[in-house]
């Protein structure tokens, strides 16, 4: 039986489980080594690539430096989170800012050291990459358009990282990331759109804020088809094996977000879009695995 100090210990690691989304950061390790096994490096045996330290560096860091933008992103957004998420937000306030600030740094310091480890390019580059997250989080997410399209840019981040490190320049590589770019940017205005309440109370200036729900999903619609043929443009010129699959169920998944967006008009039917998306991306990550079915079996 759990003594209350125990029972106070386990509730502090879940809020800062919880504030650094660690579910989301262990789907992001699992996509960045899968991408790395089917698309960056697919030429090269599995082993090679799992077994690959600088890899396992960089993935790392990643997570380190992941973590410490939820948590500055979590500082900043205090109040609004209140407003938009009060159960979560109180389970995050388990956890002292001056903790979570402590974290921060720590995790900071943690991602240069393990990127210190593959080159002196790879702390320049984590480095510039802790300071985006921080100047979005402290100004660029209450711009308009502005904060979407970086924390689009800020989330694809940790592929690039990889696809710099392979150097992988084929077409099929942009095409995967351009998809995932669409996806993720629909993502974050369909949140402007599920948290314009806090929003509106705290003056960030989202697109919803500004322009109004009508454009807001004016433009969703448009990128939701510049998703749908960037989709079709994988299924009929390039080699991505049974992945086709998961791209058939994307198509009809975002031709029903786009019916739903047309008549929502409260957080909750937002909600459901935003899950619409979030298990569009999720399942995007483990349906890699169909690019080649037998690639673990012939590659190891």
């Known amino acids: 039986m759990l003594t209350r100090r125990r029972k106070h210990i386990l509730l502090k690691f879940f809020s800062l489980f919880s504030v650094v989304r660690g579910y989301n950061i262990l789907v992001v390790v699992i ?16 082993k090679s690539v799992l077994l690959d330290i600088n890899l396992l560096m960089l993935v790392l860091a990643s997570s380190a430096t992941i973590a410490s933008g939820y948590i500055i992103n979590n500082f900043y ?7 938009n998420k009060p159960r979560k937000t109180m389970l995050d306030r388990l956890v002292s800012q001056n ?85 993720i940017s629909m993502r974050e ?37 510049l998703t749908i043929i960037t989709a079709v443009l994988l299924i009929l010129f390039f080699k991505i094996g049974h992945m086709y699959y998961f791209f058939y169920l994307s198509i009809v998944l975002l031709l029903i977000y786009i019916i739903l967006l047309l008549i929502s008009n409260k957080k909750t039917h937002y909600l459901i879009l935003h899950n619409i998306l979030k298990f569009i991306i999720v399942t995007g990550v483990f349906s890699i695995l169909l690019i080649d079915v037998s690639v673990v079996l012939n590659r190891i």
């Not at 996509?31 to 599995?46: M, R």
């Not at 957004?77 to 407003?83: P, R, T």
């Open 99 to 183: 903790t979570k600030l402590s974290f921060y740094f720590v995790l900071n310091f943690v991602a240069v050291v393990f990127a210190s480890y593959v080159s002196f390019k790879a702390v320049i580059f984590f480095s510039i990459y802790i300071f985006a997250i921080w100047f979005y989080s402290h100004r660029l997410k209450k711009l308009p358009l502005v904060g979407n399209l970086v924390s689009a840019i800020l989330t694809v981040t940790p592929f690039f990282v990889i696809f710099i490190y392979y150097q992988n320049f084929e077409h099929v590589v942009f095409a995967h990331g351009l998809f995932l770019f669409l996806l």
């Open 189 to 225: 205005l369909t949140k402007d759109l599920e948290n314009i309440k806090g929003d509106l109370a705290l003056n960030y200036r989202t697109i919803p804020v500004v322009y109004g729900e009508k454009m807001s999903k004016l433009m969703l619609t448009i990128v939701a088809i």
């Open 77 to 83: 957004d205090s109040e609004k989170d209140l407003i």
């Open 31 to 46: 996509a960045q080594y899968l991408a790395s096994i089917y698309i960056f490096a697919h030429t090269k045996p599995v």
